[in-house]
């Protein structure tokens, strides 16, 4: 019976050793996993381990896997390994049982056997035979095998601890409970006091493990939306890439229909200017013949001879000096059609941009305000893009859509469906409000002030500081006032009005959410010489 159980101890440990060796494995730290995590290549290692890896190598811009050197464009996810994790804890928490094991019998001299039991009272460690013998002859104390005897003696009386005083929180051997300071106090047998401490702490974990549980669940719902987000800005960067590799390539197609044009007028041109050359040269050489026999007729001594000889005539051709073929307006003195070359440029950005905004599904609307809403304390520009507050009222007619008490002003038309996209200039003079509102907004007293009712999203800017607004609520915002331009995003179906600062880098300031059900009109409110511009 004792080789049996030898032999099992033998094997239990062995199979422990075997374990150790196949779970330490991180080849970062050469420890066993702790909060196990993988890469997409399939290799573990410590979360802590492989977030220090990862960071030494983000200066490089490429990351790579410790193991088998893949790499990765982009900082890998890392995923959590539970099933790993849940066989590695056991096996940790159980690490101190294993290590006991090295404990062995006082008397087994010959052929160490490890021990079951160790005695206090006599500092010595059993095997399961003198653990037989010992019981026989002593009663005394036996715990678990270790070899840290003082820890469990009074230091003061060097006897075995064995109670445990409740009032103040020590363990006692048998003399200081009979004599000292703890004589009168309230005692307990040490595994009476300490199955109390056990009672009270299952019922702590009781009330921690809903916790834990639920700190477990938030923190599963966290790493799923960073993987999330670096999975979202993965796609992102993809899209961002393809996007400007189909603009380099619109840019090279503009750039050879610019070039090909001003070939084009060049081989016109120069050919034009070539034949011109050819018929010069053949009118220079009829002429230089002509004054070749001019000259010999101005050396003739016989006058009958002379005044025989035709009339030579000379054709004045001259006049029609290098005009370079048809000319026109747009040419500039060197003959080329400068206009038309710019045009075919421009018309190749147009492109560009209205393809832009496509991909990134925007529309840019053309936003002009309408004259029959604003104020008469609001000029409007001729191109109605601009709103001006003057104190000069202006001479209008009587309309039923017209602000009466606010300097504000209304869009012509309405947003109702989309993704718009467009920009604004405030002047930075007085103050002025930026916002949407339904066409149904009242148009006298407080009501129909933008921002004060459930009908209308404004941002009120002033050299104070900026704000938002919507039903009255007011809420104050951190803006760059060096930076005048913003820029108005609205998702009409996804109930989004955002509004960005259009500095570097481009600053979101706020936005808005809502069920729109009216369709959205661009509104401008104005204090006195303040001036709002839409850009097109």
Not at 20 to 25: F, I, P, S
Not at 366 to 390: F, W
Not at 449 to 459: A, E, H, P, T
Request: aromatic share 6%.
């Amino acid at each position: 019976m004792k080789r049996d159980f030898r032999i099992l101890l033998l094997r239990t440990t062995m199979a422990s050793a075997d374990l150790k060796a196949e779970l330490d494995c991180c080849s970062i730290c050469l420890s066993l996993y702790t909060d196990p995590v993988s890469l997409r290549c399939g290799h573990y290692f410590c979360r802590f381990c492989i977030v220090s890896a990862l960071e030494a190598q983000e200066a490089a811009g490429v990351y790579s896997c410790p193991d088998c050197r893949a790499e990765y464009p982009e900082r890998p996810a890392l995923e959590k390994n539970r099933k790993l994790g849940n066989i590695v804890e056991p096996f940790l928490s159980a690490q101190p049982d294993m290590e006991e094991t090295g404990i062995f019998c006082t008397y087994c001299i010959k052929s160490p056997v490890p021990a079951v039991r160790t005695c206090l009272q006599c500092e010595i460690s059993l095997c399961d035979d003198h653990l037989m013998a010992h019981n026989k002859t002593m009663d005394h104390i036996l715990t678990e095998p270790t070899r840290s005897f003082g820890s469990k003696k009074c230091s003061l009386h060097k006897k075995v601890l064995e109670y445990y005083c409740t009032q103040d929180a020590v363990c006692l051997c048998v003399s200081c409970c009979l004599v000292g300071e703890h004589k009168e106090h309230q005692l307990e047998l040490l595994d009476v006091a300490s199955e109390k401490k056990k009672k009270k702490l299952r019922k702590y974990l009781e009330e921690l493990n809903p916790q834990k549980a639920k700190i477990d669940r938030r923190l599963q719902n966290l790493q799923d939306r960073q993987r999330n987000i670096q999975e979202k800005a993965s796609d992102k960067r993809k899209i961002v890439r393809k996007l400007f590799m189909d603009i380099k390539e619109q840019l090279e197609m503009a750039e050879k229909k610019a070039l090909s044009e001003i070939s084009r007028q060049e081989e016109k041109i120069v050919s034009q200017i070539s034949d011109l050359i050819k018929k010069l040269e053949i009118e220079e050489d009829e002429l230089s013949r002509k004054m070749r026999h001019m000259e010999e007729m101005c050396h003739v001594t016989d006058p009958i001879r002379l005044l025989q000889e035709g009339d030579i005539t000379v054709c004045g051709r001259g006049d029609d000096e290098d005009k370079g073929g048809d000319g026109g307006e747009g040419r500039s003195e060197d003959g080329l059609d400068e206009v038309l070359i710019s045009l075919t440029l421009h018309r190749s950005m147009r492109d560009i941009v209205t393809n832009v905004t496509s991909e990134l599904g925007l529309h840019v609307p053309d936003i002009l305000l309408e004259e029959d809403t604003s104020h008469r304390c609001v000029k409007i520009s001729e191109d109605l893009k601009t709103a001006t507050s003057t104190e000069e009222e202006q001479d209008r007619p009587e309309s039923p859509g017209r602000f009466l008490n606010y300097a504000q002003v209304l869009s012509r038309c309405g947003l109702s469906s989309g993704r718009h996209y467009w920009e604004v200039e405030w002047d930075q003079i007085g103050r002025c409000g930026i916002g949407l509102s339904y066409p149904s907004i009242e148009r006298e007293g407080l009501q129909s002030s933008i921002g004060c009712n459930d009908k209308s999203w404004c941002l009120a800017m002033s050299g104070a500081g900026c704000a938002v607004r919507h039903r009255s609520v007011r809420s104050p915002l951190s803006v760059d006032r060096t930076c005048p331009r913003l820029g108005v995003f609205l998702d009409y179906e996804a109930g989004r009005l955002s509004f960005y600062q259009l500095c570097d880098p481009i600053r979101h300031l706020h936005t808005f959410t809502a069920s729109f059900s009216q369709p959205l009109h661009v509104v401008f409110w104005l204090c006195p010489e303040a001036s709002v511009r839409i850009i097109s």
